[in-house]
């Protein structure tokens, strides 16, 4: 009895903890967005009062359009790579979803090797690749090496979900003469909409995010993204924390309305796999 009394309070008071533990650095870049810069560091707590849009319009207003050309690439880098790594991914997962063939479970063990190495392990190899083939410093090389690093989570999460789609409604639409090329398109891949969401949103999430690719990929004279140029945006002896905060959240705000836009078929993306395998 005292055990589930316990419990009763126990874990309502770790989930506010929890919760309080990620909504802290939210709140502390909210109100420093509309506070003076000058306000930021003598209390980084408190309420901006009044609040203002200096900092957001510094952002723009920067001689070097650092958020501007950051936010373009980025744009281009997320986009390109989750469109090109949703259509390999969907493809190669049905592939390895369907196949008994030896070659099919080689293939399966490469891509889980593959989610086992961290990306600054091969970051060396990757950079001496890209040389070769006159692709380091470009926004190609970039996506690429988006594309080549997570290419195995997309397959493993498109596996799982074409699993639970049934085999007869291809073998009907090959009765009826369609090619395999025609059944995946038409009939597979439009009923992987919520695996196609999941994939688009984990991986535009994790590339947008991704500070040490594009650090290195694009070097210091090539270009930059949005986190990168919050990297930049900080000064060797000064820095102007109210544009900082300010980078961060108009950072923020397009990979946010992203995942908004697609939050409908995110669980059901990733649960679908557990239905039928």
Same mark, same amino acid.
Do not use: F
């Given at each position: 009895m005292t055990d589930a009394r316990t419990?009763?309070?126990l874990r309502p008071l770790v989930a506010v903890f929890v919760g309080a533990v990620f909504f802290l650095p939210l709140y502390l870049m909210l109100v420093n967005v509309f506070k003076p810069g000058e306000e930021i560091l003598p209390d980084p707590a408190g309420l901006p009062l009044p609040p203002t849009l200096e900092n957001i319009s510094g952002v723009f207003a920067r001689?070097?359009?650092?958020f501007t050309f950051g936010l373009v690439n980025s744009i281009a880098v997320t986009a390109l790579s989750i469109t090109i790594l949703t259509v390999l991914s969907a493809m190669l997962g049905h592939y390895l979803a369907r196949s008994t063939r030896v070659f099919a479970k080689v293939l399966l063990v490469t891509l !889980?090797?593959?989610?086992? /190495?961290? /990306?600054? +392990?091969? !970051?060396?190899?990757m950079t001496s690749v890209l040389k070769a083939f006159d692709l380091m410093a470009t926004l190609q090389g970039l996506v690429l090496v988006n594309v080549g690093y997570y290419v195995p989570f997309g397959v493993l999460l498109f596996m799982g979900f074409v699993k639970s789609v049934p085999r007869e409604l291809e073998e009907a639409a090959e !009765?009826?003469?369609?090619?395999? +090329?025609r059944v995946f398109w038409q009939v597979v891949f439009p009923?992987?909409?919520?695996?196609s969401a999941s994939v688009l949103i984990f991986l535009g999430v994790w590339i947008w995010n991704d500070f040490l690719t594009p650090l290195i990929v694009l070097g210091p004279d090539s270009?930059?993204? +949005?986190?990168v140029g919050v990297y930049?945006? /900080?000064?060797?002896?000064?820095s102007d924390f109210g544009d900082l905060f300010a980078f961060m959240f108009l950072a923020t705000l397009p990979i946010l309305i992203f995942y908004l836009a697609l939050q409908k078929n995110f669980v059901k993306g990733l649960t679908g796999g557990a239905v039928k395998g």
């Open positions: 419990h009763t309070w001689e070097d359009n650092l !889980l090797c593959g989610l086992m /190495i961290p /990306i600054p +392990v091969i !970051l060396s190899p !009765l009826d003469g369609a090619s395999k +090329v009923l992987l909409r919520p695996a270009g930059t993204t +949005v986190t930049r945006a /900080i000064g060797q002896y000064e």
